[in-house]
């Protein structure tokens, strides 16, 4: 269980940094070094500040080519995904949250000008994520799943949130009893302490389910998402209260999608190495 709750956190800075730094190298010196617009200069400036790891650097560049030129959207892109990497997940002090609504109001504005922008999208839902806005986050990832159905990660990303926000409910009401979660349905607990429970996750459950399916459809070697589908089916398993045998065939299928991950784990890393050992 340990495991699973540090992939869940870890999911959004690495989300983060691997957009950030695939937005700005992607666009590196876009317009000629000798360019005579002021815009494009600072634009350039900042790309290679970034590339140094020079964020404040960039920063600065970014937001004066935004100054400049208030209709460069690639200025305001940079700006935004420079910004995201510097938030602290977690942290709720003012200049954090500052530097998030900063960003999710630049990408905002890059979406006015093109409402299709997945990597805005998922900026925006991976912010929300890192400073625990679940509701946020979740509706972002639904909208990038809107323009393209098949993003697996969206729907994995999904299934995170909702089996988090589910995790999190069970533990509460299981502490206040003096118990902690068996993930197996936790039948010690007093059945109006598991009706409380089933009111405030049977949506959540059911819908971690169906979008970790989806995401496993999309990507059948989809590892982590089988491993949450694992968590999913325990958190099911503690709303079948009122009938064993349906909350043993939820432990069955945890089971199931466990080992089922630790397969696809062991077949993805043999093809990376496969790959690498090619001459």
């Known amino acids: ?3 699973s709750r540090v992939l869940c956190f870890s999911l959004l800075p690495l989300a983060v940094v691997l957009a950030c730094s695939s937005a700005v ?6 317009w000629d070094s000798d360019s005579h617009d002021p815009a494009h200069n600072e634009l350039n400036a900042g790309v290679e500040a970034f590339k140094a790891a020079h964020y404040g650097e960039a920063v600065a560049h970014f937001r004066r080519a935004v100054e400049l030129d208030p209709k460069l959207p690639l200025a305001k892109r940079y700006l935004a995904t420079t910004l995201a990497q510097q938030i602290v997940p977690g942290v709720e002090t ?3 949250l500052k530097t998030a609504q900063e960003s999710v109001g630049l990408f905002e504005q890059v979406l006015a000008g093109d409402p299709h922008d997945v990597n805005s999208m998922k900026q925006i839902a991976a912010i929300d994520f890192s400073l625990k806005k679940w509701d946020d986050a979740r509706e972002w990832q639904k909208k990038v799943l809107t323009v393209n159905p098949g993003d697996a990660e969206a729907a994995y990303t999904i299934g995170v ?8 409910n069970a533990k509460d009401e299981l502490s206040v009893a003096g118990l902690t979660d068996d993930g197996e349905g936790n039948t010690k607990a ?3 302490l598991l009706t409380v429970l089933k009111a405030k996750n049977a949506a959540l459950t059911e819908e971690a389910i169906q979008y ?3 995401a496993i459809e999309s990507q059948p070697n989809y590892a982590d998402a089988m491993v949450y589908l694992n968590l999913a089916y325990r958190r099911k398993a503690d709303l079948e209260f009122a009938d064993n045998a349906a909350r043993q065939d ?6 199931m999608w466990s080992e089922k991950a630790m397969q696809a784990r062991k077949a993805n890393e043999e093809k990376v190495v496969g790959v690498q050992s090619q001459p």
């Not at 190298?25 to 876009?30: D, L, V």
């Not at 939820?250 to 089971?255: M, S, T």
């Open 94 to 96: 003012q200049e954090n």
């Open 250 to 255: 939820d432990v069955d299928k945890a089971r």
């Open 161 to 168: 949130i909702d089996w988090t926000v589910a995790y999190r």
């Open 212 to 214: 970790l399916q989806t």
């Open 190 to 192: 007093p059945p109006e």
């Open 1 to 3: 269980m340990r495991r």
């Open 25 to 30: 190298s992607q666009g590196a010196n876009p």
